[in-house]
């Protein structure tokens, strides 16, 4: 078993940045590919970001586009997912998983079985 550990959401101004980490415990998480989400209060799940294994091919929703970056720490076991210029919305709480083939990401996340506590990334003047 994998257990993944979010950190480093917040609060922040807008045009401000966030350095999010997806921990991995128990294994090498260089072994699996890993996706971003993100779920604000009354809206549906998506698809942030994504990394793959094979190739290290990374995937960013078109919002996100331009100012997100994920990319991996092998020496700290975890996934980073570094948020720039961030606009004034929402909270969402950004949650990590292992997405084989990062097929969560591309297909949608309604189906996925099972979610970590996540961390809140919160926008405000």
């Known amino acids: 078993q994998v257990q993944l550990v979010e950190s480093g959401g917040g609060l922040v101004q807008p045009g401000g940045s966030l350095r999010l980490s997806c921990a991995a415990s128990?294994?090498?998480?260089?072994?699996?590919?890993v996706g971003w989400f993100r779920q604000a209060p009354g809206k549906k799940r998506e698809g942030v970001s994504c990394?793959?294994?094979?190739?290290?091919?990374?995937h960013y929703s078109e919002s996100v586009k331009g100012r997100f970056t994920i990319s991996r720490d092998n020496i700290k076991n975890a996934v980073i997912l570094q948020m720039n210029n961030l606009p004034l919305e929402d909270p969402a709480v950004y949650s990590c998983?292992?997405?084989?083939?990062?097929?969560?990401?591309?297909?949608?996340?309604?189906?996925?079985?099972?979610w970590g506590q996540g961390t809140q990334v919160t926008v405000s003047a």
């Open positions: 128990s294994s090498t998480l260089d072994y699996f590919a």
């Open positions: 998983a292992l997405d084989p083939g990062c097929f969560f990401f591309r297909i949608g996340p309604a189906q996925y079985p099972t």
């Open positions: 990394i793959t294994k094979s190739d290290g091919t990374t």
